[in-house]
């Protein structure tokens, strides 16, 4: 009885190959992958806009075209408030409107992200630590993030 044992297991030219596929595949994903996390923030920012932007206008709809105030923007969008911008912590008597923001969010871009901590602060200017700048009399809210921009060299204040 002769029987030819045969050996299982992959030569050296097939395990060349599959190493070169691999690598011509990380070249291609790996670069894709990382300019993905480069514009994270900037579509983070974007969206957070989206958000304040959308509280805000809604808020004015329902104060008959008053904005909130800067000095009590945060409680004004995260608390129930009457027709007058007073804030309540429940929903009684003449305290009907809002919440409009579950939390104002924190700047995750710039300067004014405290170093990846974020603020979450609103202020009437630029000059503030705060992470957004607003203006009470337009409604215009954009980020405090100082001279820093996208990847794209845009300023992230110009969003």
Same mark, same amino acid.
């Not at 596929?21 to 920012?45: E, K, T």
């Not at 607003?134 to 110009?158: C, K, L, M, R």
């Given at each position: 009885?002769?029987?030819?044992?045969t050996r299982g297991?992959?030569?050296?030219?097939?395990?060349?190959?599959?190493?070169?596929?691999?690598?011509?595949?990380? !070249?291609?994903?790996? +670069?894709?992958?990382?300019?993905g996390a480069i514009?994270?923030?900037?579509?983070?920012?974007?969206?957070?806009?989206?958000?304040?932007?959308?509280?805000?206008?809604?808020? !004015? %709809?329902?104060?008959?075209?008053?904005?909130?105030?800067?000095?009590?923007?945060?409680?004004?969008?995260?608390?129930?408030? @009457?027709?007058? /911008? %007073?804030?309540?912590?429940?929903?009684?008597?003449?305290?009907?409107?809002? +919440? *409009?923001?579950? %939390?104002?969010?924190?700047?995750?871009? /710039?300067?004014? !992200? #405290? #170093? /990846?901590?974020?603020? #979450?602060?609103?202020?009437?200017?630029?000059?503030?630590? %705060?992470?957004?700048? *607003?203006?009470? @009399?337009?409604?215009?809210?954009?980020?405090?993030a100082g001279t820093?921009? @996208?990847? @794209?060299?845009?300023?992230?204040?110009?969003?």
């Amino acid at each position: 009885m002769n029987k030819q044992r045969t050996r299982g297991g992959f030569s050296l030219v097939e395990l060349v190959i599959v190493i070169v596929i691999i690598g011509v595949i990380a !070249a291609i994903a790996v +670069p894709r992958i990382s300019r993905g996390a480069i514009g994270a923030g900037a579509s983070g920012l974007r969206g957070d806009l989206y958000i304040l932007r959308n509280a805000i206008d809604l808020y !004015a %709809a329902e104060h008959n075209g008053t904005y909130p105030a800067a000095l009590t923007f945060e409680g004004q969008m995260t608390t129930y408030t @009457d027709v007058a /911008g %007073a804030t309540s912590a429940t929903k009684t008597g003449a305290f009907v409107y809002g +919440p *409009y923001l579950v %939390a104002v969010p924190a700047l995750k871009v /710039g300067e004014g !992200a #405290n #170093n /990846g901590k974020g603020e #979450n602060g609103v202020a009437a200017t630029a000059a503030a630590t %705060a992470g957004w700048i *607003y203006d009470e @009399d337009t409604g215009v809210i954009s980020a405090n993030a100082g001279t820093a921009q @996208d990847p @794209d060299g845009v300023d992230y204040t110009t969003y």
